[in-house]
């Protein structure tokens, strides 16, 4: 087994993958959804609530799949339109009495 390892070859000198990672297809990353909310006490029986919602907070690129039909001019390019919602922001008040 120790003469097999030594044998193997190694990665060569000067060689690298550039300033990407080799893996360039990557899971899609998921959303993230934010939520925050406050009551406040205005008086004796009278509140007032205050929320806040993103959706798609982050925003991450949603891309399709590439064409993997090699008759295809389009063969192995990934679409440029997203397929992702844009990012979505939410304001409310309530009122209790």
């Known amino acids: 087994m120790s003469r097999l390892a030594a044998q193997a ?3 060569p000198s000067g060689v690298s993958f550039g300033p990407r990672s080799p893996n360039l297809r990557r899971g ?3 959303p993230v959804n934010l939520s925050v909310l406050r009551t406040f006490r205005l008086s004796e029986g009278h509140r007032v609530q205050l929320q806040g919602s993103a959706f798609n907070l982050t925003n991450p690129p949603a891309h399709g799949a590439p064409s993997n039909s090699p008759a295809s001019p389009l063969f192995g390019v990934a679409p ?3 397929i992702n919602l844009p990012r979505a922001v939410e304001l409310g ?3 209790f009495a």
């Open 9 to 11: 070859p190694g990665r």
């Open 80 to 82: 440029i339109p997203q």
């Open 93 to 95: 008040a309530r009122y």
């Open 28 to 30: 899609q990353a998921l």
